[in-house]
């Protein structure tokens, strides 16, 4: 069993993540492959996706063309594995409120079941890194790279939260889907990417 | 992953705090390098009022960068150019969700702390404003907002990463809807990291200090670079880009993004051209995609371009030597 991760490759920090990808994949000895897709057909051959960090409303935005959100909401409902970091994780939601504007109409995926707040931490210069913890995930110390980061302000049912900091929500997970708001491919730390990677193998068994 | 080649673990602009029992950090290379990296395959735009700001968001930029005046509009109104109102720029802070980045004059330290206390998210110390310092460049490390910084070069680009900056955009003549200066600096950048990188494979050292000593930077800076192959931060193309053809012809030549100028409000159809453009950026290696975005816009209401041969006035030069 070959796997197949794609990374949506519309804007944001695609490269790192497939990087990231690749690293966990020989680590982990799966066979895989990964690749950046941003075509419809594409994104139907995927076993998992991740979408990354970025502007969200540019990604969203930029997703309309050719229905690429159409068929990646297909994907993800038919039980695809997807992992949003940070702008990926906005995508996801249902909701998402800026903490300056107030509620946007960007394009939203509408899948995962949170309200979502944008710049959550405030700007650029309050962008921080801190040590947070996923123990349900077996992640127990992890270095959260945060860039002017959401968080989740309320989740619906069967959402599980997998970290918090400074009471705020900043990782979740239900079913087949996974958010974060902090970027695990700015490390040298592949553990979020192993873990995804294996929540893909299980979605194929 | 980043390659950090040429960061400072202890400059003045990372904040350490304790909150709520967490230490955090803040300003590291890796959240100021990392917030350019979120802009990657994306546009900014250049806008001076709040209406324009929100159409650059429409349309799908990355960012937008708050400026007095257009580089065009520099250009005709002569005298010196100096950071725009603070009042303008906490404005359109305050209506659009895409992080703001301002300008401040090459080696004004004041004018950068004046910007760094509004909270932009990135600081441009820039050639079209009129330079500051006519020999040194801000010494970005004190900052925790992160810098980007013009270069024409491969030597220029990394005497400014080691100042601190967390982004590149290899400078075109700005203002002239000629996109040729941008695109003969982002080949000699191209050329210049191809012979690094084949001295570097080379095993010859003694050579490679040679570039270090003749680019006036580090030999770690160089050696890591040409491991590298490419610049160690993100590098946007700028400078003279109008249609979204000169977007994509840029991308094809290995810029991370593109930063568009007066190209889109000295046009007569702003809108259509800021969102062409947008959609050429993205799908720039799919030409049917490309042409598409070209038919959106009226060559007949581009802005009229500049022989960048005859200007009076070459703001690339500026802030070149040191």
Redesign the interface.
């Known amino acids: 069993m070959s796997l197949t991760v794609g990374v949506l490759?519309?804007?944001?920090?695609?490269?790192?993540n497939i990087?990231?990808t690749q690293r966990a994949i020989k680590e982990l000895g799966v066979e895989g492959s990964v690749i950046s897709v941003?075509t419809s057909e594409e994104i139907s051959k995927l076993d998992g996706l991740i979408i990354p960090?970025?502007?969200s409303?540019?990604i969203g935005?930029?997703s309309l063309?050719n229905s690429l959100l159409k068929i990646i909401k297909e994907k993800i409902e038919q039980g695809m594995p997807v992992l949003g970091i940070?702008?990926g994780m906005i995508m996801l939601s249902k909701t998402a409120n800026?903490r300056?504007?107030g509620k946007?109409d960007?394009p939203l995926l509408d899948l995962l079941d949170i309200n979502l707040e944008?710049?959550s931490f405030g700007?650029?210069?309050?962008?921080?890194?801190?040590?947070i913890s996923m123990n349900s995930i077996n992640i127990p110390k992890f270095n959260g790279?945060f860039?002017?980061a959401p968080s989740v302000s309320d989740t619906g049912s069967g959402v599980e939260v997998l970290a918090k900091?400074?009471?705020k929500i900043i990782a979740v997970k239900k079913g087949n889907m996974l958010g974060v708001s902090f970027?695990p491919?700015?490390?040298?730390d592949v553990s979020l990417h192993k873990y995804f990677i294996n929540l893909i193998k299980k979605s194929r068994n | 992953?980043?390659s950090l080649s040429g960061e400072r673990t202890d400059a003045k602009g990372i904040i350490q705090e304790k909150?709520?029992s967490?230490?955090?950090?803040?300003?590291?290379s890796?959240?100021k390098r990392?917030?350019a990296?979120?802009?990657?395959?994306?546009v900014v735009m250049d806008v001076t009022t709040v209406e324009q700001a929100q159409i650059a968001?429409d349309a799908?930029?990355?960012?937008v960068m708050v400026l007095d005046k257009l580089p065009s509009d520099v250009r005709k109104a002569g005298g010196v150019a100096r950071t725009a109102s603070i009042r303008i720029i906490q404005d359109i802070?305050?209506?659009?969700?895409?992080?703001v980045m301002a300008k401040c004059r090459i080696g004004h330290v004041y004018e950068a702390k004046v910007l760094?206390e509004t909270?932009?998210?990135?600081i441009d110390e820039s050639e079209v404003l009129t330079p500051a310092d006519e020999h040194h460049h801000i010494w970005k490390w004190d900052f925790?907002?992160?810098f980007v910084n013009g270069a024409r070069s491969l030597s220029e680009a990394l005497r400014r990463i080691e100042e601190g900056a967390a982004m590149i955009r290899t400078k075109g003549e700005p203002g002239t809807g000629n996109v040729a200066e941008a695109v003969t600096h982002i080949k000699k950048v191209n050329d210049e990291l191809r012979t690094i990188k084949s001295i570097y494979d080379s095993g010859d050292d003694q050579d490679l200090i040679r570039i270090a000593r003749e680019f006036k930077v580090s030999y770690d800076i160089v050696a890591k670079t040409a491991k590298l192959g490419r610049l160690p931060v993100v590098n946007f193309a700028a400078g003279g880009i109008a249609t979204p053809a000169d977007a994509a012809y840029l991308m094809s030549l290995g810029c991370d993004g593109i930063f568009v100028g007066s190209g889109i409000f000295n046009a007569d159809d702003a809108k259509e051209r800021a969102r062409a453009i947008?959609?050429a950026t993205?799908?720039w290696n799919e030409s049917d995609k490309v042409k598409e975005a070209q038919k959106m816009i009226d060559e007949r209401q581009s802005m009229l371009g500049l022989d960048v041969k005859t200007l009076e006035l070459r703001m690339q030069d500026r802030g070149g030597l040191a």
Request: with cysteine.
């Open positions: 490759a519309i804007q944001g920090d695609v490269h790192e990087t990231s941003k960090g970025g502007e409303t540019t935005q930029l063309v940070c702008a800026d300056v504007v946007t960007q944008r710049n700007r650029q210069k309050e962008s921080f890194e801190a040590n790279v860039i002017r900091f400074n009471e970027h491919e700015l490390t040298e | 992953m980043l909150s709520n967490n230490n955090i950090l803040r300003g590291t890796t959240l990392g917030f990296h979120m802009l990657k395959n994306g968001e799908g930029a990355v960012s802070m305050d209506s659009v969700t895409i992080p760094d909270n932009v998210d990135m925790t907002t992160p947008v959609l993205t799908f």
